[in-house]
Structures are given as C-alpha cells and as structure tokens.
C-alpha cells in the first residue's frame, strides 16, 4: 500500500506561486507514476500533470508553460511548482500514483492522497 499526503495548497492573489508536495508512505515512489489532478466543484476531477518512474512528464494544455512537476526519490516526494496562478486555477488538488506507466485517466490510479485546497483570488 502507498499512502500520499497533499501539502501546500492555500489562498494565493492571481499571478502568484505555490508549491505542491505529494509524500509518500508505506512504499517507495520510485516506481510509480505520479499524476497531478484537480477538481473544483461541479467539476469532475481532471488530470494537470504527470511524471512517469522515468521522469517523463505530462501537462494539460491549461498547466503548460505555468507548472512544473518534479520528483525526489530519495524523499518520496513528488511536486508541483504552480505559476502565474489564475482564478480559474481555484479547485482541490490532488496527487495519485499508478504503478507503471504513463495515464492521463484518473480510473487508472491505484492511490490517491486527500488532496490540498488551492484558492486564487483575482
């Protein structure tokens, strides 16, 4: 089992930066890929980015060129720097890992952390 813990959402003004971290338990990440997904209200939850055991990376065409996820293996930690924040980037975010590959769908997701609020006011 892997456990995922989100940290650093908050209330950040538009143009401004936060920094997501996933940690990881019970296992280590360095095998799974780790997607990046938000979900604001009435919304279904969608993925932003992903990184893949071999460091490749994903992002929706709504995080290009503004987000950048990472990964230490050696702290379990997977993150997400955030950019040029909008208010349209407002939604809880979410972090979940797959073992294997690359997948843009959330179905395919084995665990997921409980996600960390992000609010940006315009």
């Known amino acids: 089992q892997v456990q995922l813990a989100e940290s650093g959402g908050g209330l950040v003004q538009a143009g401004g930066s936060l920094r997501l971290s996933c940690a990881a338990s019970?296992?280590?990440?360095?095998?799974?890929?780790v997607g990046w997904f938000r979900q604001a209200p009435g919304k279904e939850r969608d993925i932003i980015s992903l990184i893949t055991s071999s460091g490749n990376t994903y992002y929706a065409d709504s995080a290009k060129g503004r987000f950048t996820v990472s990964r230490d293996n050696a702290e379990n930690t997977v993150f997400l720097q955030m950019n040029n924040l909008k208010p349209e980037d407002t939604a809880g975010y979410y972090c979940a890992a797959r073992w294997g590959g690359w997948s843009s769908s959330r179905h395919d997701y084995d665990y997921w952390g409980q996600g960390t609020q992000v609010t940006v006011s315009s």
């Open positions: 019970g296992r280590t990440l360095s095998g799974y890929a």
